[in-house]
């Protein structure tokens, strides 16, 4: 095996598609020199042997160490300079690189191969002393932090004693004596901390900065980094040796960053910033403001620094040129950095860089209309997940923040209101046309009214599927859910977050895209739609297979869901149109009805709401499918609480408050999710499901009246196990559609399926198929009951689960593939067997997630459901996964 491999000199071993082994930015220097651009000589040891190392307890395997001296000597051949060579040193920086880019993970060693005596030699070739010895004290400081392990601060508080005792307060003040001073404070502070002394061998130093590069790779920070971006350890990370070359060495020396367009906007124009006299570190440390690359970007910025352009026209000429070189080259936007030293330019980086939605969607359309990539390219090049930035209000990037409190990013967007306490307060306050912001340990049903008055939601209990997190998605309100250490009291109405306690009507802002929670009104930015992003959406509408419906209820989500190119209703909680005030009480004095009539007579109230309700929803589709899931309520979600609640609903049920009271206890379960729910309610009380099926098939009617495509509805029976209810309740539902017929005189399109959202009902599938005519997924509930895992109580433990690596991630925010996929697959399959055309799709929340999605192309699904504002996501996602 090779270990090692060099580059320098216009050429390299290595070349940019070679960055599992090289790392990216071992791979993107092979391959910038392969360009011929100006890069430091250097070598990169490969990710094989952090493999290697961590395989053989940390030791290197045979042949390193002479690679690395054949590298080495290769570097001093290319520089004319020889490593710990006293009069005339090389020095080189060390530096980890992983296939994907993990930034932080690991700090730079940089003047590595400084000691006593070749400080006095580069003091002598600089002719700069002071120069020297600010680079051997930078070293000191690093390599004492990153290498040896003796905390920043100490070199902090030295660097800062020394200063007061001068008098200087700025380290330019500083000479070269008072930098000589602070080294020797430095050597003795790492001698007295390690009982040993500064190493002065430069190979020592050497295997040293190596071994803490590969050391760093298990260091918790890079774990939990790469945990939260799934990346595997047994990837590893590369070392990159390379020569030094200096940016501070005077007026005519630079270091920058920049990007090939601009990576906020997406602009085609040269964007950076740069320092004269720096080190990359100060660039990115903040310690002092960098100055605009270009003189357009210091015009529009107004910055009173001078400008690259303005400064070193000749070498910005020459970066502008490597500019289109490495774009025209990777055929992305690059970001690049840079030195001069002594008026010559040296890249020392490019990767295709970081940038929002917006820039992205734009940098990819650009670039295919200019025939840079294909439109497969575009689709690939934009992240779908990344969408939701763009579709609601964002927080303007330049504003300020002060977070108080943090919890899980469950409905993207930014919301600024003040705070109240009940879905009540919440109704009220906006009625008076106020902005608010609804704080709840957790949210119910009954809190929708509420809800939907809210800018945004905070819930400090309640994981990504819990009853908040799962409406506000619906509404598109931005929501920050399970914030645990948001202390809300509601007696005294006050929360308490950061330190800090709020009371009703202070000002909050929610970002539901990061879950931050901030005090006081954080100004936003507003969301576009046209121009790029439709012009992708066309294209990835053009590729896909999947079809894209929507999970909505309520007319508003509907047309949202429309405007976002959604092509039918996946699913439409029927239980969620009870809610409204005039009907909630309608619904319980159904539920709480002990008769038969009791019941009949509160559904003859429900039917003109229901039936209207069916109606709107067919005249925004427009003739595409609509799919109606018949009441599936957890009954809990629905009885009353308090007195005043019962009072009312025996009021109208016209029984007294003790027998309703007495039913709540007959009706009160254990565990609601699996008990009295779903198409057991149809199965006992059929009136229930018949009602629902006659309002259907009436406003079928009805808005076919309008002309224009048949309304040709889908009934889905929720919850079955097997054959047997939904043959059933399908009878019934045949039996009300031709009573409906008769009695209008009119003829009806209808089909009519199942949700499979139990185990046992994906494993009969197959038979269940002889009544279906379509099946949904309710990986939902499919979810839960595989795992035997509650939906809404299961975030107190996950994060341990995936922390402990049991769960790769939350399985009710993307698919469990292995298990629950393989329940989807199982029934998809036997589904077919029996009914080879029959319909299938999923509506439970995995139908708005990428990696679930590609798992249902996979599968074959016809359709995917989602959340309105996930549309457009699906609409890429699907694109995607045809690629
Ligand atoms: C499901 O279980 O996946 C589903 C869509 O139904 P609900 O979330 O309403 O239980
Ligand atoms: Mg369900």
């Given at each position: 095996t090779k270990w090692v491999y060099g580059f320098g000199g216009g050429s390299a071993e290595g070349r940019s598609d070679m960055r599992e082994l090289l790392g990216g930015k071992g791979a993107n220097l092979a391959e910038m020199c392969n360009l011929g651009l100006p890069v430091p000589p250097g070598f990169t040891i490969t990710t094989e042997v952090c493999t290697a190392f961590y395989d053989n307890d940390r030791a290197y395997p045979d042949g390193l160490n002479a690679e690395v001296e054949t590298a080495l000597a290769s570097v001093e051949k290319h520089v004319g300079r020889k490593f710990g060579d006293a009069k005339d040193p090389l020095l080189v920086s060390v530096r980890s690189g992983a296939r994907a880019s993990m930034p932080g993970m690991m700090d730079t060693v940089l003047n590595l191969g400084l000691n006593d005596e070749t400080v006095e030699g580069l003091a002598t070739v600089s002719g700069d002393r002071r120069f020297a010895y600010d680079s051997y004290r930078r070293f000191i400081q690093m390599y004492g932090d990153v290498v040896l392990g003796v905390d920043h601060y100490h070199f902090e508080d030295i660097l800062e004693t020394v200063k007061e005792d001068k008098g200087v307060s700025l380290d330019t003040d500083m000479g070269a004596d008072d930098w000589a001073e602070v080294v020797e404070a430095f050597k003795k502070k790492v001698k007295t901390e390690l009982g040993e002394p500064f190493p002065q061998d430069p190979r020592e130093q050497l295997w040293g900065a190596i071994g803490a590069v590969f050391g760093s790779w298990m260091n918790a920070r890079a774990n939990t980094y790469r945990r939260l971006h799934n990346i595997p350890a047994s990837w590893g990370t590369a070392v990159n040796v390379q020569a030094m070359v200096f940016g501070n060495m005077g007026d005519d020396c630079a270091t920058g960053v920049c990007f090939s367009r601009n990576p906020s906007t997406g602009e085609d124009r040269f964007y950076g910033e740069y320092l004269i006299n720096a080190q990359g570190e100060d660039v990115v440390a903040g310690i002092r403001t960098p100055a605009p690359l270009t003189e357009i970007e210091k015009q529009e910025s107004g910055s009173d620094l001078i400008s690259m352009e303005a400064a070193m026209p000749v070498v910005f000429k020459e970066l502008c040129d490597i500019r289109e070189k490495l774009e025209s080259h990777y055929r992305d936007m690059q970001d690049m950095e840079f030195t001069v030293e002594s008026g010559k330019l040296y890249m020392l980086q490019t990767r295709a860089g970081k940038r929002t939605a917006k820039a992205a969607l734009r940098i990819a359309v650009e670039m295919c209309r200019d025939g840079v990539i294909s439109q497969e390219d575009a689709i690939r090049r934009?992240?779908?997940?990344?969408l939701d930035q763009l579709l609601h209000p964002t927080l303007d990037p330049e504003a300020d923040r002060k977070v108080v409190g943090m919890g899980l990013p469950a409905s993207p967007g930014a919301a600024s209101g003040q705070i109240v306490f009940s879905a009540e307060a919440a109704e009220e306050w906006a009625g008076k046309g106020r902005k608010v912001v609804l704080v709840r340990i957790e949210t119910s049903p009954e809190d929708i009214a509420g809800m939907h008055a809210a800018q945004g939601i905070l819930t400090s209990r309640g994981g990504m599927t819990s009853h908040a997190a799962v409406v506000a998605r619906g509404m598109g309100t931005p929501c920050v859910c399970g914030a645990g250490a948001v202390k809300i009291d509601y007696a005294n109405k006050t929360m308490m977050s950061g330190g800090v306690t709020l009371k009703e009507g202070d000002v909050i802002t929610l970002d539901g895209a990061t879950g931050e929670v901030m005090l006081g009104e954080v100004a936003t930015l507003k969301p576009d739609l046209s121009g790029d992003f439709s012009q992708l959406m066309e294209w990835a509408d053009a590729l896909r297979r999947l079809k894209i419906r929507t999970n909505a209820e309520t007319p508003e989500e509907a047309e949202t869901a429309r405007g976002f190119g959604a092509e039918g209703i996946g699913l439409c909680r029927t239980e969620h149109m009870f809610f409204d005030p005039e009907r909630i009480v309608s619904m319980r004095e159904m539920i709480l009805a002990e008769t038969e009539k009791g019941r009949r007579a509160a559904l003859a109230k429900l039917l003109p709401y229901q039936r209207q309700d069916f109606i709107d929803l067919f005249r925004i589709m427009k003739g595409l499918p609509v799919t109606i899931r018949l009441l599936d309520p957890p009954l809990h979600e629905f009885l009353p609480h308090g007195d005043a609640e019962i009072a009312d609903v025996a009021k109208a049920a016209g029984v007294s408050e003790a027998i309703v009271k007495r039913r709540l206890l007959d009706l009160a379960e254990a565990n609601p999710m699996l008990g009295h729910r779903g198409c057991r309610l149809g199965i006992s009380y059929p009136e229930i499901y018949e009602m629902q099926a006659r309002a259907i098939f009436e406003a079928a009617i009805e808005v076919s009246k309008d002309g224009g495509d048949p309304v040709i509805p889908e009934i889905m029976i929720p919850l079955i196990v097997g054959k047997k209810e939904l043959e059933i309740l399908k009878a019934a539902i045949i039996n009300i559609a031709a009573q409906v017929e008769d009695e209008k005189g009119a003829k009806l399109k209808y089909l009519v399926g199942t949700m499979i959202e139990l185990p046992r009902a994906a494993l009969r599938a197959g038979e269940i198929a002889e009544e279906a005519e379509f099946f949904s997924f309710g990986t939902n509930d499919l979810t839960q009951t595989t795992f035997g895992l509650s939906r809404d109580d299961a975030s107190r433990f996950l994060d341990t689960y995936i922390s402990k690596d049991i769960f790769a991630g939350d399985p009710f925010v993307s698919l469990d593939q292995e298990g629950v996929g393989e329940l989807v697959s199982i029934a998809a399959e036997r589904g077919r067997a029996t009914r080879g055309d029959i319909k299938l799709g999923i509506c439970g929340e995995h139908g708005g997630d990428p990696a679930s999605i590609a798992f249902c192309e996979a599968q074959g699904l016809d359709y995917v459901s989602c959340s309105p504002y996930r549309v457009p996501i699906a609409r890429l996602a699907a694109a995607q996964a045809v690629l």
């Open positions: 934009v992240d779908p997940a990344q």
